[in-house]
């Protein structure tokens, strides 16, 4: 069960991540997005879905 739900936020954080690099935000702002699901892969998911770049509140 364990791995299903590692490989399901793997795929979510490479999904979030490759939205990340199509989004129009300038380059330093993809970097630490990036950074941010990389090092912090379920809470940076989360916060990128609210907030980063190419949400409903750019």
């Known amino acids: 069960m364990q791995s299903i739900i590692a490989l399901l ?11 990340i690099i199509q989004s129009s935000a ?3 702002k993809k970097i ?11 809470l940076g998911l989360i916060v990128w879905y ?3 770049p190419g949400s409903k509140t750019d």
């Open 32 to 42: 630490l997005w990036i950074l941010g699901v990389l090092i912090f892969p379920v």
């Open 50 to 52: 609210l907030a980063g």
């Open 9 to 19: 936020i793997l795929v979510a954080d490479i999904y979030a991540i490759i939205k």
């Open 26 to 28: 300038d380059t330093v």
